[in-house]
């Protein structure tokens, strides 16, 4: 589903997508893709940011409210603060104007191969307890002592990976590569961002994590159980 209000944009950008095999839908307003989305079930959603009746923003929060479907945000501002802003609500890549179509067609792909090969693991991997916290990959939830813990996509998959290797660092680019595709285009600061809401989201403090901890030049390490119990 193509959310975008530029008809100068759309008719080539369509006509790309259909000529590499991808059925496309397009909504030009807010409400519009709302109830697009409801009704087509997009595998992905291409958002502008800038619409005639609201933001990007409020569509990609109504979205990943309903469901976990990849979203590439389309957008003339390239401020850090707003690919913050977007990664921070669930957005799975950022795509600045002015773009070629080729640009995009390649990172659809590499999104939709994360998200194959995310239903594929999720299917297989069964639930993770460290101390107080479980996450189930079937279920896509996580509870901190017993209490939900609402994250995004990208923190969701980002903390399975820390758990599953509990107590072992884990390299930014190891977490890159499996996290964000190796295809990934955008900047490692990605990471980061991710990091700093994962651990505001589980009760961490930067300074004395308990949880999340970082390992200098290297990457990050996710607790063992024996590290927290002694922590008690």
Not at 62 to 78: C, D, H
Not at 145 to 151: C, K, Q, S
Not at 153 to 174: H, I, P, Q, T, Y
Request: with cysteine.
């Amino acid at each position: 589903m193509l959310v975008e209000d530029e008809r100068r944009i759309v008719a080539p950008l369509v006509s790309a997508l259909e000529s590499e095999g991808f059925e496309t839908h397009v909504a030009e307003t807010a409400a519009a893709s709302l109830e697009l989305a409801g009704r087509v079930k997009p595998d992905l959603v291409l958002l502008d940011l800038m619409l005639p009746d609201g933001s990007g923003f409020d569509v990609c929060r109504r979205l990943r409210a309903q469901s976990n479907v990849p979203v590439i945000m389309l957008t003339a501002r390239g401020d850090e603060a707003d690919r913050v802003a977007g990664l921070e609500l669930g957005a799975d890549d950022y795509i600045v104007k002015p773009f070629s179509a080729r640009e995009v067609v390649a990172r659809i792909r590499a999104v939709l191969r994360r998200a194959s090969r995310e239903g594929e693991g999720a299917s297989a991997a069964g639930p993770m307890e460290v101390g107080d916290l479980r996450l189930d990959p079937g279920a896509h939830s996580v509870r901190r002592a017993g209490r939900p813990v609402e994250l995004t996509r990208k923190e969701f998959e980002l903390l399975e990976l820390l758990m599953r290797n509990a107590g072992v660092v884990v390299s930014r680019e190891r977490l890159i590569d499996e996290v964000w595709d190796v295809s990934w285009f955008g900047s490692t600061k990605t990471l980061d961002v991710h990091v700093g809401s994962l651990r505001k989201k589980l009760g961490d403090e930067p300074s004395a994590p308990r949880y999340l901890h970082t390992v200098r030049g290297i990457g990050f390490r996710f607790a063992a159980a024996r590290d927290l119990e002694e922590q008690a």
